[in-house]
Structure formats: C-alpha cells, structure tokens
Nanobody, 114 residues
Framework: QVQLVESGGGLVQAGGSLRLSCAASGTIFSINPMGWYRQAPGKQRELVAVIISGGRTIYADSVKGRFTISRDNAKNTVYLQMNSLKPEDTAVYYC????????WGQGIQVTVSS
C-alpha cells in the first residue's frame, strides 16, 4: 500500500513561484513513474508533468519552460517547481504514482491571482 502526502500549495500572485512536494510512504521503485496532475473547476483532470525511469520527464505544453519536475528516490519524494505562474494555473494539484496499481494524493490547492 502506498500513501501520498502533498505539500507546498497556496496563494501566489501572477509571475510568482511555488514548489510542490509529494512524499510517498510504502514501496516505490525508481522505475515507477511519479507525476503531477491538476484539475481546475469545471474541467477534467489533466497531466502536468511526469518523471519516469532514468529521469526522463514529460510536460504538458502549457507548462513547458515554466515548471520543473524532479524526484529524490532516497526520500520517495517528487517535486514540482512552478515558476512564472499564471492565473490559468489555478487548480487542485494531485500527486500520482504508478506501480502495480495507481495511487493518488489527496490534492492540494494552488491559486494564482492576477
């Protein structure tokens, strides 16, 4: 069983930065993809970024060049550094891990004011 705990969200002005963290308890291997999704009000949940085996990263087009995903395998933690934030980045952000099954965090609010 894996549990994910997110932290680091909050309110920030447009152009500002936030860093999200997601700590996983349980057995996670470096080959297991870890990532971040987000869901804005009235919209479907969408992929933001994922980091997979070998450190390869995939980003949504809307965040490329502004967000950076990283992970610390020793701490079973994945991070999302968010820079140059825009109001349209406002959403609940969810941590995700894929192993034998898929696990989700409880979600954390990120609000960007204009």
């Amino acid at each position: 069983q894996v549990q994910l705990v997110e932290s680091g969200g909050g309110l920030v002005q447009a152009g500002g930065s936030l860093r999200l963290s997601c700590a996983a308890s349980g057995t996670i291997f470096s080959i297991n993809p870890m990532g971040w999704y987000r869901q804005a009000p009235g919209k479907q949940r969408e992929l933001v970024a994922v980091i997979i085996s070998g450190g390869r990263t995939i980003y949504a087009d809307s965040v490329k060049g502004r967000f950076t995903i990283s992970r610390d395998n020793a701490k079973n933690t994945v991070y999302l550094q968010m820079n140059s934030l825009k109001p349209e980045d406002t959403a609940v952000y969810y941590c995700n891990v894929k192993s034998i099954r898929e696990y989700w965090g409880q979600g954390i609010q990120v609000t960007v004011s204009s």
